[in-house]
């Protein structure tokens, strides 16, 4: 297993606020939150960008969002709405090379894609 923070929070050799788990996947909140709740769906299995993910891995970004959105109807905001968000390197704001799928909701998002 590759060693990025996600990594050390997946081993538990970091500490992170985990709000969901099970055998493919490990959620928690974002350490710098950019909305009132964010949190990060990160794989078990090793897949530094999207650019990386093989054909036959698809199902680990499906299993990403299904997480997602049963997370959201579980704490009460899947109606009211959320956005996902991956990143994937430079330009699109990558800064650890484990994918991850950010979950922003709890309130009104402004919109994105913005160049800097
Ligand atoms: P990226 O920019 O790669 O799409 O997202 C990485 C995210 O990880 C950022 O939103 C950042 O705040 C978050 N992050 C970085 N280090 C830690 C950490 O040690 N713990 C937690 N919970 N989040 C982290």
């Known amino acids: 297993m590759s060693d990025t923070i996600f990594h050390k929070i997946i081993r538990r050799e970091i500490p992170a606020d985990v709000v969901f788990e099970d055998d493919h996947v490990i959620a928690f909140r974002d350490i710098a939150p950019q909305a009132p709740v964010h949190v990060l769906f990160v794989p078990k299995v090793d897949i530094a960008t999207l650019n990386d ?28 709405g959320y956005r996902i968000v991956m990143n994937c390197n430079a330009h699109g704001g990558q ?15 402004g919109r994105f894609g913005t160049a800097k």
């Open 53 to 80: 993910l093989q054909e036959d891995q698809a199902i680990v970004v499906g299993r990403l969002a299904h997480a997602a959105a049963q997370y959201a109807k579980r704490e009460g905001f899947a109606e009211d």
């Open 95 to 109: 800064t650890v090379f484990q994918i991850h799928l950010h979950l922003l909701a709890g309130a009104h998002l």
